[in-house]
């Protein structure tokens, strides 16, 4: 876990400022038991993440319509990958349904579905600016080499845009490159939301300190990480090949299990008095051997 920043005194007593941004250390078991209690909010509340599910799965098929309808089929394949990056967001009103689970707080529509809208005047805006920001690149890095590897040939259907990919060395060029690139900008959204999304409902913090955090906890685990990264990245596009059906039940479960995910790799905020300074009780009390096991 890291360490404590900032420091001062209260009634002489030396005390040290909180460091917002601190996280445990986690292995692959943390990552099984957050699956496990992420099912478990499903199987609790399944109307919920069967709605947000369904809200997902929708919007997949209406970005592939879209694309059809404007006569622009080969972008179906990056848009539906780019429409899987937005998932963090969406995923906020299953992260409050884990939260009112975890509480013991009444479920109801109007307070799940409030506490996305509340967010409006919240850093997460901001987050999902980042979110978007990312995913705007990647589809101009899909149009700069399509132009590069393909130039600005027109494709009369889907199938016909796979043919060409998957038969011409320039295809093949664009698909590996393509995806090496989307992987980079997978990893590095990742790295920034994993803790971000659920850190800013939980928290009264900037969206700054919550990327910070995210990455932190990216840097300390990056086996258990990235290895829950390509879990949700094989979920996810095994979940899009029926028609985005298997996002009913997938996105309810990764979402619900980065709530519990989050609050294992973040311990509790520690007791603050009215400076904002840490006194040395809550000190002793969020030490590392006292948040070794976070609370879930």
């Keep these: 876990m890291t360490g404590e920043q900032g420091s001062g005194t209260i009634d002489g007593q030396p005390v ?6 601190r996280v445990n250390a986690i292995g692959f078991d943390a990552i099984v038991d957050a699956l496990g209690a992420g099912m478990r909010d499903f199987r609790k509340a399944p109307r919920f993440g069967l709605f947000f599910g369904a809200v997902y799965a929708l919007g997949g098929i209406l970005v592939l319509l879209t694309a059809s309808a404007l006569h622009m089929s080969y972008l179906s394949y990056p848009l539906a990958i780019g429409f899987g990056l937005i998932g963090p967001f969406i995923a906020v009103g299953l992260y409050e349904v ?3 689970l975890e509480t013991g707080e009444p479920l ?13 005047k919240r850093e997460i805006a901001w987050m999902a600016f980042v979110v978007l920001f990312v995913q705007i690149m990647w589809m101009y890095q899909v149009r700069l080499l399509l132009a590069l590897f393909l130039g600005f040939k027109s494709f009369a259907s889907f199938g016909a845009f796979v043919e060409v990919v998957v038969t011409t060395p320039e295809g093949l ?3 590996v490159i393509g995806n090496a690139i ?15 999304f659920p850190m800013l409902l939980d928290r009264d913090v900037d969206f700054i ?12 685990s990056p086996k258990p990480m990235i290895g829950w990264a390509l879990v ?5 596009i095994v979940s899009m090949l029926p028609l985005f ?13 980065t709530w519990h995910l989050y609050r294992k790799l973040v311990p509790p905020a520690p007791q603050e008095d009215e400076a904002g300074l840490q006194s040395p009780t809550a000190s002793s009390a969020s030490s590392p051997a006292a948040s070794a096991s976070p609370a879930r």
């Design 245 to 257: 059906a298997g996002l009913l039940v997938a996105l309810p479960v990764l979402g619900h299990t």
């Design 16 to 21: 040290r400022r909180p460091d917002p941004t």
């Design 173 to 175: 060029m664009f698909l």
């Design 209 to 220: 300190t919550a990327m910070i955090t995210s990455v932190r906890a990216v840097v300390t």
């Design 98 to 100: 884990s939260r009112r």
């Design 182 to 196: 989307g992987a980079v900008l997978s990893v590095l959204l990742f790295s920034l939301t994993v803790v971000s």
């Design 232 to 236: 949700v990245t094989a979920t996810l």
């Design 108 to 120: 109801g529509w109007a307070g799940v579905l409030g506490v996305i809208w509340a967010q409006r």
